[in-house]
């Protein structure tokens, strides 16, 4: 058993077995691994001969069917030819024809006479005057080659140098910038991030018009490459906390990143909480709100998501469209929220204590109704709960997996079959129905990452509740509070600014302040610029009336 | 040190409150008004004065030797040997204690809600739920206690304003119809349970600013004694005297009695859920200082390895008084001569005279 155990744990916690009591040999003395992850030509440089560079990038990419070898001349020179190399769908073919090929072949002839320039001097002269490629790129390194072609951009090779033109000539299909499917607001930006992250980062970039607005590049994922971005605002952010994502971003070896999730897995605080300590969102605005209150941005090529750090906890209770409507109305609304939020988390859990602990609780006439329906019912209420518990998220499930047209029949079955046919047929009583699709509906009013939390440990507390009733909820309640204590976001404690308090960051939690009292930005999250405006922006009609 | 974390002067005094206040709402007003009647309430304010005598006497012998909590500075003082004999004094009578307030906490929920369980529920899971907390360190027990108990104090205090349809001031008088000395009895118990401040010496070290310390726990006391006082007068005033001596829990029932349009009643299982988390946390400030303090006093490096055991000899010592009575009846008569003369004041005032006399420590800051 112990030497099942052993390594597991080793796996679970992520220790290298040199850590344990075996007698492995040091880690520095294995040899590198050379596989997929690290190729043999990770090191190799391009050659001057034009055949030689071909015939190894065809090698290195046969059977890549996507893959186009353009060989022509420069200029109607036999002695100078060129290559170009590019994947076919990524690259932009009207760029490619017409301000690369044509250019190159036909147009650079018109103007000056070619029949002079030598093949030393081709290089210099294809990247001066020849191209009209708005960005262009030189590598002497095969990989960095490879991965220009297959990150969309053209290669372009030409025969006596060792050194290959990146033109930035990339055109995809994509999806266009829409809606945001899972935040959708009735106030506020439409725009919602897309798959492409350089249409992703223009949209922030169109937001925030600073120089200080930074957006550095890295790339993760040893098979997939893929490009990811930290966005955040200089003289905002806290320096440290850019340093600790870098380093936490840098330390990721896996060989794919698809989505922004597995990031978020991999720099979390503390991986076994059910609660996210990352936040993410579809929408810019949002992102740059955050970006604002000093936070740090991750955008990843390939998804709609961008992560934010630290994350806190009452972020959960926070939308986007809250800034954007009346502070009264915005404070009332998040209320409610709150209010839904505990109810999500205990409603089934007080359910099943009252009924089955404490009768006592309920007044008399809610006592006798409730005793009324169950009286046909055959399950104690804790199973009745579970029952209806499990259809509800079965139900979720299926709406969330089925095809679109299909997803609205099965919620209108479900909710009529299930609801009203499980009463009719004596399964549960009605009163359960109504705790459950309370329950359920009551998750939906706060933010989804934060609801799945929720609805893992509805569960566990009402077992807890069905086991020592009310003591049973509130013993619960209070070791999931404990647990949200030891919770740190990069550093920050999580249900900051509720505990530890900091007063002043209390004018965004339940009550939102008006934007003109909004004077500072998150004290744990920020240490330096702390001022947001200036005082005194309250609006007033103006002191001096026009006399009559 | 032990202990990395540190607190605030908030979260110092809103732990110092969650110290005494929770059981102390429950079972303080019955003992104190059997001894002084009606004037109980006057009770509380000397007891007050006491706590706050004992609050600077604690806060002032620990500002002498800074960074220092309780067992180091004992040690210094008297030095090793007599130190460490000081300090297993004081490993065990916050073990008894805290096995004192678990059997209150299981008794009461056992008396009010759950009739039918054994206490070694109550118990055990007391003890998980504040050994989690105490597993995670100082910072993490004071942010519990900073999450629920000003919502605890709130709903208490809404909840006393909804009782005024029942109170008759009237009930408060005479006063002083029996003179000084059953208000100097009543204030036993009371100063008892504020002294128990002593245990702010195993925290004041890891306080952000300790200057404040003498102000944290003079704060500390205040604020409960006058929450206390406000129980007993809410007791008072719904029952009167006679009614309130004879209940085990007069704040409770004072509370079960309020309805308001038929709509606003049964409040106390909405209190009583409220106070489990307040329960919790005063379990946990005990925990904690009986952990820390016997890994100093073994020399360990880490106390955490201690929670657990510690925890199973709480639930044992929790089985000391075998019904609840019998518990009221050691706190209400045998407790504040052992609490308060030995641990609360003769044991620090002993401490402070002979590390005066020796000279050791800085001075005392005022």
Request: hydrophobic share 50%; with cysteine; proline share 6%.
């Amino acid at each position: 058993m112990i030497n099942f155990i052993k390594p597991l744990r080793a796996v679970l916690l992520g220790r290298g077995k040199g850590k344990g009591r075996g007698s492995n040999p040091p880690a520095a003395s294995k040899p590198e691994d050379v596989g997929l992850l690290s190729p043999a030509w990770k090191d190799q440089v391009l050659s001057p001969n034009l055949e030689t560079n071909l015939r190894q990038i065809k090698a290195i990419l046969n059977n890549c069917s996507d893959v186009i070898y353009r060989e022509f001349v420069f200029a109607q020179n036999e002695q100078i030819r060129l290559a170009l190399i590019y994947t076919d769908g990524l690259a932009s073919k009207g760029q490619i024809s017409d301000q690369i090929m044509r250019a190159l072949s036909l147009e650079v002839p018109m103007v000056v006479s070619c029949q002079e320039i030598t093949k030393a001097r081709a290089m210099e002269f294809i990247k001066q005057r020849g191209l009209c490629i708005h960005q262009i790129n030189e590598t002497g390194k095969l990989q960095d080659t490879i991965q220009a072609i297959l990150s969309g951009d053209t290669v372009l090779l030409v025969d006596g140098h060792a050194t290959a033109i990146i033109n930035g000539a990339r055109g995809w299909e994509a999806r266009s910038i829409t809606d945001p499917e899972s935040e959708p607001t009735v106030r506020g930006s439409r725009e919602s991030f897309v798959e492409t992250i350089r249409v992703n980062t223009s949209l922030i970039r169109r937001r925030i018009k600073s120089p200080n607005l930074k957006i550095e590049a890295l790339k993760l994922g040893e098979v997939t490459d893929t490009e990811v971005v930290i966005a955040y605002i200089e003289g905002i952010v806290n320096d440290k906390l850019v340093a600790e994502v870098k380093s936490r971003l840098e330390r990721i070896k896996v060989d794919a990143i698809l989505e922004s999730g597995y990031i978020e897995e991999l720099i979390e605080d503390n991986p076994w909480s059910p609660f996210p300590t990352v936040n993410h969102t579809e929408k810019p605005d949002r992102l740059v709100a955050m970006l604002l209150e000093g936070r740090v941005g991750i955008i990843v090529d390939g998804t709609p998501f961008a992560l934010t750090v630290p994350n806190l906890f009452v972020e959960y209770l926070q939308a986007p469209e809250d800034y954007y409507e009346r502070f009264l109305f915005t404070s009332a609304v998040r209320l409610t929220r709150f209010l839904a939020m505990i109810i999500s988390l205990t409603l089934p859990g007080l359910y099943v204590a009252v009924t089955s602990f404490h009768f006592e609780l309920l007044p008399t006439t809610l006592l006798l109704s409730i005793a009324a329906q169950r009286e046909a019912v055959p399950f104690p209420v804790f199973v009745g709960v579970m029952i209806m518990e499990i259809t509800f998220e079965i139900l979720r499930e299926a709406g969330i997996r089925l095809p679109r047209p299909i997803g609205q029949a099965v919620s209108i079955v479900g909710a009529l079959v299930i609801g009203e046919a499980a009463i009719r047929a004596g399964l549960v009583a009605a009163s359960t129905v109504i705790v459950v699709a309370m329950t359920g509906i009551a998750s939906f009013t706060f933010a989804y990452s934060a609801s799945i939390a929720f609805r893992l440990l509805r569960f566990a507390l009402t077992i807890l509740s069905a086991a020592f009733g009310l003591f049973g909820l509130i013993s619960g309640l209070a070791i999931i509070g404990i647990h949200l204590c030891t919770l740190r976001s990069f550093g920050v404690p999580y249900l900051s600014p509720i505990a530890p308090t900091t007063g002043v960051d209390l004018k965004d939690v339940i009550f939102r302040a008006p934007w003109w009292a909004m004077l500072s930005r998150p004290r744990l999250i920020v240490r330096k610029d702390q001022k947001r405006q200036e005082q005194g922006l309250k609006p007033a009609p103006p002191e001096t009336r026009p006399k009559k | 040190m032990l202990e990395q974390g540190k607190i605030d002067a908030k979260q110092a005094i809103m732990l110092m409150v969650s110290m005494v206040l929770p059981t102390a709402i429950l079972t303080v007003p019955a003992i104190t008004v059997q001894y002084a009647r009606q004037d109980a309430w006057l009770s509380v304010v000397l007891a007050t004065l006491a706590g706050l005598l004992i609050a600077w006497l604690v806060a002032s012998l620990s500002l002498r030797f800074p960074g220092k909590n309780l067992f180091e500075l004992t040690e210094e003082i008297l030095g090793k040997v007599p130190g460490k004999v000081i300090g297993l004094l004081y490993i065990w009578w916050f073990l008894h204690t805290n096995a004192l307030i678990m059997d209150e906490f299981g008794g009461f929920l056992c008396v009010a809600i759950m009739p039918d369980t054994p206490h070694i529920i109550f118990f055990l899971v007391g003890a998980i739920v504040a050994g989690y907390a105490v597993r995670n360190g100082l910072e993490v027990l004071s942010r519990y206690n900073q999450l629920f108990l000003p919502f605890i104090l709130g709903l208490l205090f809404v909840v006393f304003l909804l009782a005024a349809k029942d109170m008759k001031a009237a009930r408060l008088l005479p006063v002083f119809d029996a003179g000084l000395i059953p208000i100097v009895k009543g204030s036993a118990v009371p100063a008892s349970w504020l002294g128990e401040i002593v245990i702010f010496t195993m925290i004041i070290p890891y306080l952000n600013k300790p200057k404040q310390a003498i102000r944290v726990a003079a704060l500390a006391t205040l604020f409960t004694g006058s929450f206390l006082m406000v129980s007993i007068l809410v007791a008072l005033a719904v029952f009167g005297p006679n009614l309130t001596g004879h209940w085990v829990f007069p704040t409770f029932n004072a509370i079960r009695v309020i309805s308001i349009a038929n709509f606003l009643e049964r409040l106390e299982s909405v209190l009583i859920a409220a106070w489990m988390f307040g329960g919790f946390a005063k379990l946990g400030v005990f925990y904690y200082a009986a952990v820390l303090g016997s890994a100093q006093w073994l020399g360990l490096k880490d106390y955490r390895p201690l929670v657990a055991p510690v925890g199973l000899i709480l639930v044992g010592l929790a089985f000391l008084c075998p019904n609840i009575v019998n518990l009221l009846h050691f706190i209400a008569s045998g407790w504040p001569p052992y609490a308060i003369i030995v641990f609360e004041a003769g044991l620090p005032l002993l401490l402070l005279v002979v590390a005066m006399a020796r000279g050791k420590g800085g001075k005392a800051v005022d």
